[in-house]
């Protein structure tokens, strides 16, 4: 099931906290497959930041909250599937 929305807020970030999503940015690119962990604001208090970490280098980054159109949330099984899959082998 993919959900999409329509606009991406505080509380709709809020509500990804947790979840592995793809984050479709407003200039068309897609960063794929990462865990949202955390909303942070900058130093100057002006600007929301989103916590991201990719599920392959568990390295965190930030992104600008206004840099993203919206949040596809994805499927947990197929990704838990597909990881004892590539163990397997």
Known sequence: MVIYMENFCLNSAKSYIGKNVNLHLKDGAV??????????????????????TSLRNRSSEKIPLRNI?????????VLFTQKLNSRVR
């Open 31 to 52: 960063i794929v497959n990462v865990q949202l962990m955390a909303i942070k604001k900058t130093e100057l208090g002006k600007t929301n930041l989103l916590e991201y």
């Open 69 to 77: 159109a919206y949040a596809e949330l994805l499927n947990q099984s």
